[in-house]
Nanobody
Framework: QVQLVESGGGLVQPGGSLRLSCAAS????????MGWYRQAPENQREWIAT???????NYAESVKGRFTISRDNAKNTAYLQMNSLKPDDTGIYSC???????????WGQGTQVTVSS
């Protein structure tokens, strides 16, 4: 019913910035909260940020102060602004969305972020 497509990943040097986008399509009226997760090599998937439909956000301690999650409901798009990137930020970043009661969860296929000199 809902499709999420990420974009904006790539290769960046330490200290650099990237802005990821997550475009939603389909039955998008079902989506309330959205978020970003990442999976680093040999690590399990890690939650990094969530934003409610009203714009309230929460962050993992590892990215707090460096990453900013936002959304534009009119454009059906969520964003993740990543600043002061570190090599440990390397991984596949996936967008997530859920219904108001979290009975349904939707995932994008991910976009690769590589932080390396």
């Amino acid at each position: 019913q809902v499709q999420l497509v990420e974009s904006g990943g790539g290769l960046v040097q330490p200290g650099g910035s990237l802005r990821l986008s997550c475009a939603a399509s389909g039955s998008i009226s079902n989506i309330y909260d959205m978020g970003w997760y990442r999976q680093a090599p040999e690590n399990q998937r890690e939650w990094i940020a969530t934003i409610t439909r009203g714009g309230s956000s929460n962050y993992a301690e590892s990215v707090k102060g460096r990453f900013t999650i936002s959304r534009d409901n009119a454009k059906n798009t969520a964003y993740l602004q990543m600043n002061s990137l570190k090599p440990d930020d390397t991984g596949i970043y996936s967008c997530w969305g859920t219904t108001w009661n979290r009975r349904a969860n939707y995932w994008g296929q991910g976009t690769q972020v590589t932080v390396s000199s």
